[in-house]
């Protein structure tokens, strides 16, 4: 949980009508919520609040946190040692170690028997007990089984997530299945249809069929978007390092030999040229492409 430590801070709560907002305030070294016209909503009696979800705060008094809503009252007990905020429905909750989680009526709908636990994420979560990694769904159903050393900080994502199991990497999918060996020495997310796997100490990228489309040649490579990959040829400790981008044919359509190349996800208040997806350097000279790998004039 993240401590508070601003006097003053607004917050937009999610579930409040005509964009309403609280504000944090701080009153002897207590913490507390008003509305934007200085109305008390939540005296100021807790050690630490966090931003309203879903309806409710947790907050946090002599060392045990639970939840109130947006009137103020407690409707959880302050009995848990941390908790997170509701996502999906369910926050996750902790007492001795133990992680479980509860419904916003504070009901315990999965109970608290996991070393560690993740937020749910469009009905999922990553659970571990034992050392070991698992998936289960809102019911608490285990649908990956808890045999794995490391899964994907992100969970599903384009219906797979990425597992760990003796430093070798594959995919489930929402079923459990492992549909992509466990086999690779690192691997990405899927991004239309190809996922980079590094193989020994290059890398190169299947498709959802666990085809190798793409021969493992590069020493770094990157998502496909629009059609096109970034990918790197040298090691970082190398002074000799070059970036470019391929197509979903493993063509070069722009050359691998910039010093310096990112990817432009989202283009705020017109920073780079319109249609621009990349920008790539040489030198002291600095060229933005298009979709299709031309260089925008």
Known sequence: ???ISLVIATLFISGLSFGQKLVVYREKFKIG??????????????????????????????????????????????KYDNVWSFSDGLARVGKKGRYGFIDVTGKTIIPLKYSN?????????????????????????VVAPLKYDN???SGFYNGFALVEKNGKWGCIDTTGKEVIPVRY???????????????????GFIDQTGKVVIAPKYDEAFFFDNGLALVKLGK??????????????????????????????????GLYPEGACAWLRLG??????DKNGTEIK
Do not use: H
Request: contains cysteine; positive net charge.
């Open 284 to 289: 002291n000279k600095k060229i933005f492409i």
């Open 151 to 153: 899964i994907g900080v």
């Open 185 to 203: 020495n690192d691997i990405a997310y899927f991004e239309e249809g190809f996922a980079a796997v590094k193989i020994g100490e290059k890398w």
């Open 33 to 78: 919520f008003q509305d934007s016209s200085g109305n008390v909503i939540v005296p100021a009696k807790y050690s630490f609040v966090e931003r309203f979800s879903e309806g409710l705060a947790a907050v946090c008094l002599k060392d045990k946190w639970g939840f109130v809503n947006q009137a103020g009252k407690e409707i959880i007990p302050l």
């Open 236 to 269: 970082d400790s190398s002074s000799d390092v070059r970036y470019g981008f391929i197509d979903k044919t493993g063509a070069v359509v722009v050359p691998i030999i910039y010093d310096e190349a990112k990817v432009i996800s989202i283009n705020v208040n």
């Open 117 to 141: 636990a993740l937020r749910f994420s469009n009905g999922f979560t990553q659970v571990e007990r034992n050392g070991k990694w698992g998936i289960i769904n809102l019911a608490g159903k």
């Open 1 to 3: 949980m993240k401590n």
